[in-house]
């Protein structure tokens, strides 16, 4: 097989998805969301005042998660989704309003690739809620 006819390595989701710009963009609607809309007051309540800190680390979250720059793994090794939130009150409903929100946050913000980011969507979405505990 020559260079001509060799297939091109498949891109990441964080690549079909738009990169760092487009999971900033999902990580600040998602934010704004859980801060603005009374249907997320409970997920909003078991949060900090300040949500600096996590908007700052979310995006890399997702950057690695999707299969981009693992910065955020290297930085908290051992750690994922569970561990980090281990001390959270996730209930079956702020469970289903961060699933929301995040879902709604994608769907939202402009992407490279629509069709991979209702998939990441739906992944995060089961994700989250199986996290709920109670």
């Known amino acids: 097989m020559t260079a001509e006819t060799a297939e091109a390595p498949a891109t990441s989701p964080f690549e079909r998805v738009g990169g760092h710009v487009a999971m900033r963009r ?18 909003r309540a078991i949060h900090g005042a300040d949500l600096s800190d996590m908007r700052a680390q979310l995006p890399s979250f ?4 999707a299969g981009g720059p693992r910065d955020w793994f290297e930085a908290n090794p051992g750690k994922c989704m569970m561990s980090a ?13 961060w699933a929301d929100a995040m ?3 994608i769907a939202d913000v402009e992407v490279a690739d ?7 969507a739906d992944v ?5 809620r199986g996290m709920a505990r109670g």
């Open 26 to 43: 999902i990580t600040d609607r998602f934010y704004d969301l859980m801060d603005q809309d009374p249907a997320y007051a409970d997920l």
């Open 62 to 65: 997702l950057a690695g998660w």
């Open 85 to 97: 939130h281990g001390g959270s009150p996730i209930t079956p409903e702020t469970a289903g309003q």
């Open 103 to 105: 879902t709604r946050a």
């Open 114 to 120: 629509r069709e991979i980011a209702a998939a990441m």
């Open 124 to 128: 995060l979405s089961r994700m989250a």
